[in-house]
């Protein structure tokens, strides 16, 4: 099946640092990947769609210069969480679309990255 | 408005028993509906994804039905193993963006020997 990977895991960071997650597509191209954030016992929530190539689409209120996504490649997506401060602290988990499944336009989750801002 | 409802919030079974998970939703048109399991501090992994045209669909001891007359899917685990605790979410696809996600609450299963 269709792979996913992020890393890092875990990061723990000073506040006012910035922090870079990667999420790649192992076995698969994606055009567009999402991501998505999740507090404790929480569902997902979508941050933003990412599409190779062109500018991230950020959903309503999600701070666009707070979270910056680059999608230069058609296996890469970076999230960068800049100025970091202790309320972004949580698991932030990417997908990656695979139009060429079963069911079109599925979409796989990477394991997630726990973000802790000290 | 588009929501994913499930039940129960969480649920505690011994090993080795059977154990069913509820999914209502109000999503309209859906493009499919999909079972995910999520283990703590892990991504979610699919179980199963059903078209609004099929009404059944396993996965080895994951089952899964849907009405789509009724707006209502279940989830069932057979012969539950230690390893099924884990957080089980409903998600229904919008037919008009696939790539728009609901996400239903989830239904986190806890599994004793």
């Known amino acids: 099946g269709a792979v996913v990977s992020q890393h890092p895991s875990r990061v723990i960071c000073k506040s006012g640092t910035s922090v870079k997650i990667e999420c790649r597509s192992l076995?698969?191209?994606?055009?567009?990947m999402f991501w998505y954030r999740q507090f404790p016992k929480k569902s997902l929530m979508l941050m933003a769609t990412?599409?190779?190539?062109?500018?991230?689409?950020?959903e309503q209120g999600v701070e666009k210069d707070k979270f910056l996504i680059n999608h230069a490649s058609l296996t890469l997506s970076t999230l960068t969480v800049t100025s970091a401060h202790p309320e972004d602290s949580s698991f932030y988990i990417c997908?990656?679309?695979?139009?060429?499944?079963?069911?079109?336009?599925?979409?796989?989750f990477g394991p997630g990255t726990r973000l802790t801002v000290l | 408005k588009n929501q994913v409802e499930q039940s129960p919030q969480s649920l505690i079974i011994l090993e080795g028993k059977n154990c069913t998970l509820q999914?209502?939703?109000?999503?309209?048109?859906?493009?499919?509906l999909r079972w995910y399991k999520q283990d703590t501090g892990r991504g979610p992994v699919s179980l199963t994804i059903?078209?609004?045209?099929?009404n059944t669909k396993s996965n080895g001891r994951y089952t899964a039905t849907l009405d789509a007359d009724t707006k209502q899917s279940s989830l069932h685990i057979t012969a539950s193993q230690l390893s099924d605790s884990a957080s089980y979410i409903c998600?229904?696809?919008?037919?008009?963006?696939?790539?728009?996600?609901?996400f239903g609450t989830g239904t986190r299963l806890q599994v004793f020997p």
């Open positions: 990412s599409n190779e190539g062109s500018k991230a689409t950020y």
């Open positions: 999914c209502n939703y109000t999503v309209s048109p859906f493009s499919n």
């Open positions: 997908s990656a679309r695979d139009t060429g499944g079963l069911v079109g336009n599925e979409q796989f």
């Open positions: 059903m078209t609004f045209s099929e």
């Open positions: 998600v229904v696809i919008f037919f008009y963006n696939t790539d728009k996600l609901i």
């Open positions: 076995d698969f191209q994606a055009t567009t």
